[in-house]
């Protein structure tokens, strides 16, 4: 069984947007993390234009369920900007910081910190919201249900 680093990079990559590039690492991904299988091959099978229409589908359009942690524990209230400054002082403090235009608290990037640092204080804090994440993905019988199922058993 591959390492939790391992799986949560991998995670990081299945939730990132379908584009070519994920599309290349889907039989690495196959390989290195059995527990992601599900969704590798549903992703494999599933052409390119109706696999990202269904990411945007269930995590752009009204952004819920959303992939954005601080969103499940602060909703729309103003505390959003204390939790990401937390979120900014964790990369900071690993001697990471965040390139493109992503938030802090985007799941991709906390499992990306998880995988490099072996840090999971930001996911054990939001295990709540990994929780309602994928009961929310669950709900909605996606895939990236089986990635959060993975993900959650870990911690």
Partial sequence: MPSDA????AA???LTYPDDDFRARLPLLRE???????FVDHAAVTPAPELAAH???VFDVGNQPSLHLSRWQD???RRPGMTLVRFQEVYRAAGLELTGEEQPDFLPAVLELAARTGDLGLLTEHRDGLEHLRSR??????PYATVLDAVCATL
């Fill in 75 to 77: 909703g729309d209230t």
């Fill in 6 to 9: 391992v799986l949560y990079q």
């Fill in 12 to 14: 990081a990559l299945c």
């Fill in 32 to 38: 290195a993390a059995p527990q992601l299988r599900e």
């Fill in 55 to 57: 990411y945007v589908r």
């Fill in 137 to 142: 993905l669950t709900a909605v019988g996606t």
